[in-house]
């Protein structure tokens, strides 16, 4: 299969639908975008949108009543050979793994990791985090104990824990917020993994942790060119640290681009309004109001026809964007935008009460 740019992962189309009691939830509905190794792909919007489960998608632990439904996820899987001279490329459907088989295991931890907003969703209480870490190493590595151990100290001082050799018998209850974040990062990087995933790792600390942690994270791709899936809904952050962005919203991709093309020129009305969201730095005493978008994110059970954001759009064109669901336009330098400002409009239904889907 091909890789035309140096893309670690491709996703195609994909759609996780949760199938619960009181009808289909389309969390994600049609999301694609490519992460390119040794870079950042941040992913933002508001809460609700489909970014968690999007990344959980990724490794296939999306909770009942959810699965992917449909799509594929394109994991370009490079093992070194020999001396490392040379590298093999194994492209492997993630999409089409069974989530409880042992393919898609190997590759969670190993060579994809996630870390959370909360810590303790991947941390035991009751084990030490030396314990943990060794274990989470001889899941996936060849090393003895002791090796592993000693790994995990090493791991421990590369996220900036001071004294690595004391903490590793602490129990995460003696440790601050920001140092159990810390040590989830380190298990999450203690098998090398290619990726990482990074589900709003700095939501929950201080701005001083959280300056901290994201500097941890640049490291991480700057030192070893790790890609990293990041996902926020601070834009701010997004403008700190990515490489590319994807915008997402209600499931899909509103608008895709360079982080120069979506903070200077954005085209989607949605992220325009998303960035007029940042306060600005002395506003509040200046007694202005601060930005927010007008409306609510609409009821999942209740997706509105055709553009989903259409219902708070300051552009609404009547009679075409509620019929039409705007495909993905191609615009110049690489990026991509779905709205109908920008072509898509041939598409118009000739059933007045008919919604269109165009792909
Ligand atoms: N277990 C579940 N059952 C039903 N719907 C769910 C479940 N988990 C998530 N969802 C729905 O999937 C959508 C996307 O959720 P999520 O990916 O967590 O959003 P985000 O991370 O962008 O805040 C939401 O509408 C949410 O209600
Ligand atoms: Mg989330």
Redesign the pocket.
């Known amino acids: 299969m091909t890789n035309p740019k140096d893309f670690l992962i491709e996703v195609k189309d994909l759609k996780t639908h ?1 199938f ?1 009691d009181d009808g289909i ?1 389309r ?1 994600v509905d049609g999301v694609s975008f490519n992460i390119e190794r040794g870079k950042i792909l941040c992913v933002v ?1 508001e ?8 990344a959980r998608s990724i490794l296939q632990i999306v ?1 009942y ?2 699965r992917v439904v449909e799509g594929q996820i394109l994991f370009h899987k490079q093992s070194s050979q020999g001396n490392g001279a040379s590298q093999a490329t194994e492209t492997i459907d993630l999409a089409a793994l069974n989530p409880r088989g042992t393919e898609i295991r190997a590759i969670r931890g190993k060579d994809i990791a996630m870390i959370f907003q909360e810590p303790m969703t991947s941390l035991s209480p009751i084990h030490t985090i030396g314990d943990q870490i060794t274990e989470a190493i001889l899941l996936h590595m060849p090393l003895t104990k002791e090796e592993a151990r000693e790994r995990a100290i090493e791991m421990l001082r590369q996220v900036g824990i001071p004294k690595p050799v004391d903490r590793i018998d602490t129990y995460t209850f003696q440790l601050s917020g920001g140092m159990r974040q810390r040590t989830m990062i380190a298990m999450a990087l203690s098998c090398n993994p290619s990726m990482l995933i990074a589900d709003e790792p700095t939501t929950a600390l201080d701005v001083t942790t959280q300056a901290q942690i994201l500097d941890l994270m640049l490291g991480l791709k700057q030192e070893y060119g790790m890609s990293i899936m990041l ?1 926020t809904h601070d834009l701010g952050v997004v403008a700190e640290m990515a490489d590319d962005v994807v915008v ?1 919203y209600l ?1 899909t991709v509103a608008e895709k681009g360079t982080v120069d093309q979506i903070f200077h020129d954005p085209k989607h009305p949605y992220t325009q309004a998303l960035l007029r969201s940042i306060p600005k730095l002395g506003l509040r005493a200046s007694g202005q109001r601060l930005n927010s978008i007008r409306g609510m994110v609409p009821d ?1 059970y209740n997706r509105p026809g055709g553009c989903p954001y259409h219902t708070r759009c300051d552009a609404f064109m009547p009679g075409l964007c509620d019929r039409i669901m705007p495909p993905p336009i191609q615009l110049e330098d690489n990026r991509e935008v779905r709205c109908l400002l920008y072509g898509g409009t041939d598409a118009i239904p000739t059933d007045a009460s008919a919604t269109v889907k165009v792909k």
Do not use: E, H, Q, Y
């Open positions: 949760f619960t939830v969390a919007g809460s609700g949108c489909g970014k968690s489960i999007t909770d009543p959810g996902i997402m499931g999942p």
